[in-house]
């Protein structure tokens, strides 16, 4: 193959990594007027959270002073089967167990927002 046809190659394939990289363009959308506007806080979640003194059968009142912090603070578990780490909007399983630990993160911020049993 000559210089020619490698530099054709070449150019070929330049331009067709260009032509693959351009994201295709999006519909604008108006943001909702204050009468429409909704919170995008999440609901509670129907159970609570582990507070000092509470029925605390895996651990989540000792672990409370995390709240706030990084996911990346989160303790590296002796039994992994026994932990669960999700953010606040991820679906999670609703089975209850009552010694599994259970840290809920936000995803925008990766910040420890809840920390409990269930």
């Known amino acids: 193959m000559g210089k020619a046809a490698v530099r054709s190659a070449w150019i070929a394939v330049l331009a067709l990594v ?4 351009s994201a295709p363009s999006r519909p604008t959308v108006a943001p909702p007027s204050s009468a429409q506007a909704r919170p995008l806080t999440p609901p509670a979640p129907a159970w609570s959270i582990v507070t000092p003194g509470a029925k605390d059968r895996c651990g989540a009142a000792e672990l ?4 706030g912090h990084s996911r990346t603070e989160i303790p590296v578990p002796v039994r ?3 932990q669960r780490v999700a953010c606040t ?3 999670v399983t609703q089975d209850e167990a ?6 809920l993160f936000d995803a925008a911020t990766g910040l420890i927002r809840e920390i409990r049993c269930g």
């Open 18 to 21: 260009a032509g693959c990289s």
């Open 98 to 103: 009552p010694d599994r630990l259970n840290f």
């Open 89 to 91: 909007t991820c679906p």
């Open 80 to 82: 992994p089967e026994r």
């Open 64 to 67: 409370q002073g995390l709240i």
